[in-house]
């Protein structure tokens, strides 16, 4: 069945593309706006189409910039961070230069 859609399918398209080529001329005036209006829709089509086809490819690449930036900042953070007990030593070292003139 579906061989004989398909046979019926070229048959019509055959039809209509002849049609479409032996059609004589209507003499009608359709000015500059219908151009205008065409020409836009055209471009629309066109424009649409390329939006998709660079959110496609743009938004994994964006992906991937970020993992990089976050992993950078990431490592950047614990180059600069200094030991745990550097710090508490720092602290321990001041609370007791206070407590040493709370004594005085």
Not at 27 to 38: R, S
Not at 46 to 71: C, Q, T, Y
Request: charged share 15%; aromatic share 6%.
């Amino acid at each position: 069945m579906p061989i004989v859609m398909n046979n019926r399918l070229g048959r019509n398209c055959g039809v209509a593309v002849a049609l479409a080529l032996l059609a004589l001329p209507a003499h009608a005036y359709l000015g500059p706006g219908m151009g205008i209006g065409a020409f836009g829709v055209f471009l629309g089509i066109i424009v649409s189409f390329l939006v998709a086809v660079f959110s496609l490819i743009w938004f994994p690449i964006k992906r991937r910039i970020r993992a990089k930036k976050m992993k950078a900042s990431a490592e950047a953070q614990t180059e600069t961070e200094a030991p745990d007990n550097a710090c508490h030593q720092g602290h321990e070292a001041a609370d007791n230069s206070l407590q040493a003139r709370d004594i005085k």
